[in-house]
């Protein structure tokens, strides 16, 4: 270990400062895939309160929630923190 002390320095050394780079804001969700285009105004509200507004096949995940990983674009995630209020929607 001790033979690859000197490579590691020389190795450092050559390497330029690191420049920050500007985080953007992320991109817009296009909801219109999975029939959530017209509940952007459901976001803050508690879950029980807008359900019925909710697609059929959507599923609400609360932060302790076990959810499946597979990935369907027409399908519509309700994110909602421990109040049960929502916070997110995305398609998946």
Wanted: proline share 11%.
């Amino acid at each position: 270990m001790h033979r690859f002390t000197p490579i590691l320095v020389l190795l450092t050394a050559c390497t330029g400062p690191i420049e920050e780079v500007p985080v953007s804001d992320p991109a817009p969700v296009d909801l219109s895939f999975c029939k959530g285009d017209d509940l952007g105004e459901i976001v803050g509200q508690p879950v029980a309160d807008v359900a019925y507004l909710l697609p059929v096949g959507a599923r609400v995940i609360d932060p302790d929630s076990p959810v499946t990983q597979d990935y369907r674009p027409n399908r519509l995630n309700v994110f909602a923190d421990k109040a049960g209020v929502v916070i997110r929607l995305t398609c998946g």
